[in-house]
């Protein structure tokens, strides 16, 4: 196991709720603060939160997930407190929370005490020293007798990651020693300039003599600690700044007359003897509480450290999860067991979205715990509205697939609602002067018209395998509750705009959807405009006829929204996003139409003899065909099954010297039809595209150009039957950037079953309870019973063997680490601990 390439993988979620109890300012003009907080990996801001205004209770509620990309000891949220007086930011204190610590932590609240910052406390890096001790004897110059003479060579190799001052970092590094007698001596580098990595290689001597009185012979006089400090040179500042410290204990080493030490050293707050005397630990005038904290700030923390080894660990585990689309029932396979004895759905979900989504199985997964769950329900309202598995995997899918139509969808919007910053508060005990609340109305109704078109006429944009899940999740709804004419949009608009669109507008950020701070009146606009949205889903919902407004303030705006015309609106969106080619369904699926409108069409030749003219034509699209007849509400000459549509692109203008043209390919004949302007042209060619883009048998190649006088115009090739000469457009079928990376994520599966392998024990050991309690025993014949527990005894063996290689290649590692080297540096206990926490953790683990 010592060869096998295994890397390390760190995610770390952090919630910011809120904080409590801080101390208020110490001048009494202003004793509110105005807080915002800043979280850091070591002393490096990685995120900053909104300002929460005039309060010594902020709430901020605001999340942030990312990859680790670097080592760290600390994960640090400072609270400050900002001045518009002074025109300045002063640091109210912080939370540190150790790496080793973060799991502890895991999925759960927890109040942490806010302690005072102190300058000399806050550094970060590593120092590489070497040491070199000599000793001989010599006569005294002063008296005539003879003593040993200890000599202690430091080198000061080399810093790492060092703390940025204001921006900058000029290092330099200072070496002192202390002798037996107190007696101190001080040697420093030359200041390395703009480099947070310092390359030093000084080398200073300290002679033993150094250390004596003069008056003194034969004392021997040794030396007990070396102390190397960094420092940042700041000329025309004042004092230089202190970037960290390392202290080593040589009482006795030099009698040992050692070769040379070289080792690393985690860089230290300042010691308390060294610092001046009117260094504050905290601000003058800050009053503590009796934990000599500041007040309190509540987290959620998940913090996950992987492991990951090649692909070919993992064949085992992969091949069991994946055999889940096949296990009839669904709800005795792997997927389904995980999702019932992890009590996190959302922290299974994740990785096993992306394997499945990485082997082309998502949609197909999730039909299938979809059919699992609706079929156990006898209220359609209830559908999808607990915590389970398929929901939060639900989740997981649109936020990966859906991310790039999230933002072609709400950026522009959010952009100028940040832009614009307009008032919207049309609650009356929220506005200082009531005049104003009709005019934040009409500001509001503005934002929101624009996001619910937005919303509304991006279903062309809807990604293929959302389509596809939607599509799967509105069949099995319709399929259970047949009766039920609702229940194909609720089903829907309970994910995309409950779950997808109105979570996006409310925390912009956590969907990149900004960098900006959001402050609090731009907070409170997204969280109306939020709530309208969620109502607006539910207009078309199993609920829609229970909905009461609870705010009197929002039933003006509700009432601007709750029309026939935005009814439609939702459900022709709703159509749209779950629909796909598959005549086979479409026959017993009631057409909703689409698209109308009128058009040119050219002949196409359905007659031998007939005349190739244009005409003008009434066209009509529906979920299953395009039509079209002389005049509205006349019975259509044509019909067009989208599943017979080939191809829809463009057409040049050459063709018949006539703009704004598209095509209609079919097999044996193609449909030339000139829209009334370009963007309805556009909007024709990428609806019909949106809705045919899962056709089978849909083209690769077209020809751009019409078949006019016996050639194509555009290869002049004369077989009217010849393949097309141009790649058809790529539709964003599969719209997301994202990188997968399956063997990461069976590590994380494999972490999660360890973690939960005493209920797979317990399953094992008392069987009928659990499928008394949780699966309901009575729906299980005798044969689902025995593939139920197979997958359990499978689940558990997988996971041992996996745990095996993780322990062969932890004591491997534990052998093969020295304290002391770049990977293991001296100066606190991250090292010695993870290392004892990680063998005594293998070793209860079966």
């Not at 080792?263 to 009053?287: E, I, M, V």
């Not at 319709?478 to 229940?487: G, I, L």
């Not at 010695?832 to 926490?837: C, D, I, P, Q, V």
Request: net charge positive.
């Amino acid at each position: 196991m010592a060869d096998v390439p295994v890397r390390v993988e760190e995610r770390l979620k952090i919630k910011i709720g809120e904080a409590k109890q801080l101390q208020p300012r110490s001048n009494l003009s202003s004793v509110a603060r105005d807080v915002y907080c800043i979280i850091s990996l070591d002393q490096e801001e990685i995120y900053r939160t909104k300002t929460a205004e005039k309060t010594l209770n902020p709430f901020f509620g605001e999340e942030y997930q990312f990859e680790v990309p670097r080592d760290f000891r600390f994960i640090s949220i400072y609270l400050f407190d900002r001045d518009k007086h002074l025109k300045q930011n002063k640091v109210i204190g912080k939370v540190a929370i150790k790496r080793e610590e973060l799991s502890s932590y895991n999925n759960r609240d927890h109040w942490f005490a806010i302690k005072p910052v102190d300058a000399d406390s806050e550094v970060q890096g590593k120092v590489n020293i070497e040491l070199k001790f000599s000793s001989s004897h010599h006569k005294s110059k002063w008296v005539n007798c003879y003593s040993r003479n200890d000599r202690l060579s430091v080198q000061v190799v080399k810093c790492l990651d060092l703390t940025l001052k204001n921006g900058a970092c000029d290092p330099y590094a200072v070496a002192c020693v202390t002798y037996t007698n107190r007696k101190t001596v001080s040697k420093r580098t030359k200041v390395r300039k703009k480099t947070t990595c310092p390359q030093f290689d000084e080398v200073f001597i300290f002679d033993g003599y150094e250390g004596r009185d003069k008056d003194m012979c034969g004392e021997e006089v040794e030396i007990c600690e070396l102390n190397v400090s960094i420092w940042h040179d700041a000329p025309g500042m004042g004092d230089d700044v202190f970037l960290g410290e390392v202290r080593v204990q040589l009482s006795g080493i030099q009698q040992q007359n050692a070769a040379p030490r070289n080792a690393w050293y985690f860089l230290q707050p300042r010691s308390a003897k060294n610092r001046p005397s009117f260094t504050y630990s905290t601000p003058p005038g800050t009053r503590l509480s009796k934990d000599n904290s500041l007040g309190s700030l509540r987290l959620q923390v998940q913090y996950n450290e992987d492991r990951v080894f090649p692909a070919e660990i993992y064949e085992s585990l992969k091949h069991l999860l994946l055999k889940s689309v096949d296990t009839k029932p669904i709800t005795a396979s792997a997927v389904y067991v995980l999702g019932e004895i992890i009590s996190s759905k959302m922290e299974i979900a994740q990785p096993l979205v992306r394997i499945f989504m990485h082997h082309g199985q998502i949609v197909p997964i999730i039909k299938a715990l979809a059919d699992a769950e609706i079929s156990m329900l006898t209220d359609p309202t209830t559908i999808f509205r607990g915590n389970t598995l398929v929901s939060k995997m639900m989740d997981e899918a649109m936020r990966l697939i859906g991310l790039q139509y999230l933002h072609k969808t709400l950026r522009p919007t959010i952009e100028l609602i940040f832009n614009e910053r307009k008032p919207c508060e049309i609650d009356p005990t929220r506005v200082r002067d009531s005049n104003t609340v009709q005019t934040n109305l009409n500001n509001l109704k503005t934002y929101v018209l624009k996001v619910f078109k937005a919303i509304t006429q991006s279903a062309i944009h809807c990604p293929a395998l959302m389509c596809q899940i939607f599509y799967n999740l509105k069949e099995c709804a319709m399929k259970r509750f047949p009766e039920n004419k609702e229940v194909r949009y609720s089903v829907i608009s309970g994910f995309i705009f409950l779950r997808f669109f109105a979570p996006a507008i409310l925390g912009p950020r956590l969907f990149d959807l900004t960098n900006e701070q959001i402050d609090s009146q731009i907070n409170r606009t997204l969280t109306l405009i939020s709530k309208t949205i969620q109502s607006l889903g539910n207009l078309v919902s199993c609920r829609s006829s229970q909905q009461v407004c609870k705010e009197e303030y929002m039933e003006s705006l509700y009432k601007e929204f709750y029309t026939e015309t935005h009814v439609t609106a939702v459900r022709q969106f709703l159509e749209i996003i779950s629909a796909i080619s598959n005549p086979e369904n479409r026959d017993n699926d009631t057409p909703v139409t689409l698209k109308e409108g009128l058009m040119i069409k050219r002949a196409q030749g359905r007659k031998r003899f007939g005349r190739k003219n244009f005409k003008q034509r009434y066209f009509k699209l529906t979920t299953h065909n395009l039509s079209y007849a002389k005049s509205k509400g006349k019975e259509a000459l044509c019909q067009i099954p989208l599943s017979n549509i080939l191809a829809v692109e463009r057409l040049t203008e050459k063709s018949f010297k006539m703009k704004n043209m598209f095509q209609i390919v079919q097999d044996g004949r193609t449909l030339y039809v000139q829209a009334a302007n370009c963007v309805e042209e556009k909007e024709w060619v990428d609806l019909l595209t949106k809705m045919c883009q899962n056709n089978q048998n849909r083209l690769n190649q077209y020809h751009p150009s019409a078949f006019i006088n016996g050639r194509w115009s555009c290869c002049e090739s004369p077989n009217e039957l010849a393949p097309g000469c141009s790649k058809v457009s790529s539709s964003d079928s599969n719209n997301f950037h994202i990188t997968l990376d399956p063997e990461r994520e069976l590590q994380r599966i494999h972490s999660l079953i360890m973690s939960h392998m005493n209920q797979l024990e317990l399953i094992m050991c008392q069987p009928e309870a659990f499928m008394k309690d949780i699966l309901q025993f009575k729906t299980y014949g005798n044969h689902d019973v025995k593939q139920f527990f197979k997958v359990v005894s499978e689940l558990r063996d997988v996971a041992a063997k996996i745990e095996a290689k993780h322990k062969t290649y932890m004591r491997t590692l534990a052998r093969d680490t020295k304290y002391g080297s770049l990977a293991a540096p001296i100066g606190d206990d991250n090292y010695l601990l993870a290392s004892r926490m990680n063998l005594d953790s293998l070793l209860l683990r079966r």
